[in-house]
Nanobody, 117 residues
Framework: QVQLVESGGGLVQPGGSLRLSCAFSSSMFSVYQMGWYRQAPGKQRESVARITVARSTNYSDSVKGRFTISRDNTKNTVYLQMNSLKPEDTAVYYC???????????WGQGTQVTVSS
């Protein structure tokens, strides 16, 4: 059964850093485009960062230069390194995987990130 398990969320001061991890149980992890999404209070879910099978990356304008998405195919894990965190980054962060061929989508359960002084 395919599952995504997230970790690394928590409370951090403005300007601080967190690294989110998402472990993907699929044996075909390397053929999935992976991404991080977030949903802030009162807001719709938005894409934060994506990384393709070929390791190309995309970021939302609001996080570009501060967040870095990466993947380790040997560990079936995708990461989101978040630096220079702002209160506006407070949200539930979700890990997402989309099969590059079938486009079947899987979601993690979400992990809370709170940026507050």
């Amino acid at each position: 059964q395919v599952q995504l398990v997230e970790s690394g969320g928590g409370l951090v001061q403005p300007g601080g850093s967190l690294r989110l991890s998402c472990a993907f149980s699929s044996s075909m992890f390397s053929v999935y485009q992976m991404g991080w999404y977030r949903q802030a209070p009162g807001k719709q879910r938005e894409s934060v960062a994506r990384i393709t099978v070929a390791r190309s990356t995309n970021y939302s304008d609001s996080v570009k230069g501060r967040f870095t998405i990466s993947r380790d195919n040997t560990k079936n894990t995708v990461y989101l390194q978040m630096n220079s965190l702002k209160p506006e980054d407070t949200a539930v962060y979700y890990c997402n995987g989309e099969h590059a061929v079938t486009h079947r989508v899987y979601w993690g359960q979400g992990t809370q990130v709170t940026v507050s002084s």
